[in-house]
C-alpha cells in the first residue's frame, strides 16, 4: 500500500510569516492529493487539493507544489493568521485501495 | 456540510464487550470509509466500502469487521473490544473512486475501559 511522510510534526510561526509543509508519497502511480485541516475537536476539512497533471495551485494563501518525480508535495500558507492554527493533514489516493493514506499531521502554531 | 452522520458521538465500554459504530449519509455517494485517529499516527484506514455489500479492509482492520446493506449506512463493529481500540472513529464518503473530496462526519470518541 502507499506510504506517506509528513513534516514537520510542529510548526510555530509568528503572524504574518510564511508556513510550509512537506510529504512525500511511495506510490508512483498515485494522482490525488488532497491537503485537510483540522481544528480542535471538528472534523478534518478539505482545504485544497492538486492532481498529478498539475505541477501547482493556488487559492488565495494558500498554494500547494506537486513534484512527482521526486514524489513530494507541499502546501504553502503565506501571510498566516492566528486563525490558521490547526492540524494540517496531507493525503495520497491509494490506488489499489482507492483510499486516502494520510501523513501523521503537522500541527501548525501560529503566534500573534 | 455533506449529509453525513456518526452514532453514537461518545462512547465508554468495558473490554470484552461488542461495539458497533455507525455512519450514515444522504448523499448516496458510492464509497465510505472508517478511519481512526490517534496522536501521531494521523488517520489510519480500517475498512471501505465501494457499494452494498462490497467491503474491503484497510491497514489496521484487526479486531474491526464491517457492514453495507443499504447505500446509506456503513456500520463497524468491534467484536470484542480491546484498551487499544480507544480512539476517535471517524467515517468519511466520496462521490467516485479516486480523485475527490473526501467528506468526513463529526468523529466518534470511544474509550475502552
Known amino acids: 500500500g502507499e506510504n506517506v511522510e509528513q513534516h514537520p510534526s510542529t510548526l510555530s510561526v509568528q503572524e504574518g510569516d510564511s508556513a510550509v509543509i512537506k510529504c512525500t508519497y511511495s506510490d508512483s502511480a498515485s494522482n490525488y492529493f488532497p491537503w485537510y485541516k483540522q481544528e480542535l475537536g471538528k472534523r478534518p476539512q478539505l482545504i485544497i487539493d492538486i492532481r498529478s497533471n498539475v505541477g501547482e495551485k493556488k487559492d488565495q494563501r494558500i498554494a500547494v507544489t506537486l513534484n512527482k518525480t521526486a514524489k513530494h508535495f507541499s502546501l504553502h500558507i503565506t501571510e498566516t493568521q492566528p486563525e490558521d492554527s490547526a492540524v494540517y493533514f496531507c493525503?495520497?489516493?491509494?490506488?489499489?485501495?482507492?483510499?486516502?493514506?494520510f501523513g501523521s499531521g503537522t500541527r501548525l502554531q501560529v503566534q500573534p | 456540510d455533506a449529509g453525513i452522520t456518526q452514532s453514537p458521538r461518545h462512547k465508554v465500554t468495558e473490554t470484552g464487550t461488542p461495539v458497533t459504530l455507525r455512519c450514515h449519509q444522504t448523499?448516496?455517494?458510492?464509497?465510505m470509509y472508517w478511519y481512526r485517529q490517534d496522536p501521531g499516527h494521523g488517520l489510519r484506514l480500517i475498512h471501505y466500502s465501494y457499494g452494498v455489500k462490497d467491503t474491503d479492509k484497510g491497514e489496521v482492520s484487526d479486531g474491526y469487521s464491517v457492514s453495507r446493506s443499504k447505500t446509506e449506512d456503513f456500520l463497524l463493529t468491534l467484536e470484542s473490544a480491546t484498551s487499544s481500540q480507544t480512539s476517535v472513529y471517524f467515517c468519511a464518503i466520496s462521490e467516485v473512486e479516486g480523485g475527490t473530496e473526501a467528506f468526513f462526519g463529526q468523529g466518534t470518541r470511544l474509550t475502552v475501559v
Open positions: 448523499e448516496n455517494h458510492r464509497y
Open positions: 493525503a495520497v489516493m491509494d490506488t489499489g485501495r482507492r483510499a486516502l493514506t
